[in-house]
């Protein structure tokens, strides 16, 4: 995305603080353009006013996975298997931090937490 949408949900988010919606946007824009800090911030505002929305946990959770920060990242995931427990893409996620702890058999399938 171009830094002019950043610069249209920065405005957003500006006026409207509270929207976890806009800052889950925002977020998830500084995510696809590498700006894990940024996109983090934003993620943690949206879940300040919506600790349950799913998508702001995942991609908080994408965020720690990303810096390989694994534990972080099951602690975001283990809340979304609340909010979203078929989600697969979810799954493959717990999977893939397990694998980077070297948890071989927890990542095959045995997740557990």
């Not at 949900?9 to 998830?28: A, K, T, W």
């Not at 965020?63 to 283990?78: F, G, M, R």
């Not at 989600?87 to 997740?111: E, T």
Request: aromatic letters at 10%; one cysteine or more; proline letters at 4%.
């Amino acid at each position: 995305m171009t830094s002019f949408h950043i610069e249209v949900y920065e405005q957003g988010v500006h006026g409207f603080p509270e929207n976890p919606e806009l800052c889950i946007s925002l977020g998830l824009l500084h995510l696809q353009n590498g700006e894990h800090a940024a996109a983090f911030e934003h993620l943690g505002t949206a879940m300040a006013f919506d600790p349950k929305n799913g998508k702001a946990v995942m991609a908080a959770g994408s965020v720690a996975q990303v810096s390989h920060d694994w534990d972080a990242a099951l602690s975001k995931y283990k809340t979304a298997t609340v909010l979203t427990p078929e989600s697969p893409q979810l799954w493959n996620n717990i999977g893939r931090c397990f694998f980077g702890k070297k948890k071989y058999v927890a990542a095959i399938g045995n997740v557990q937490f």
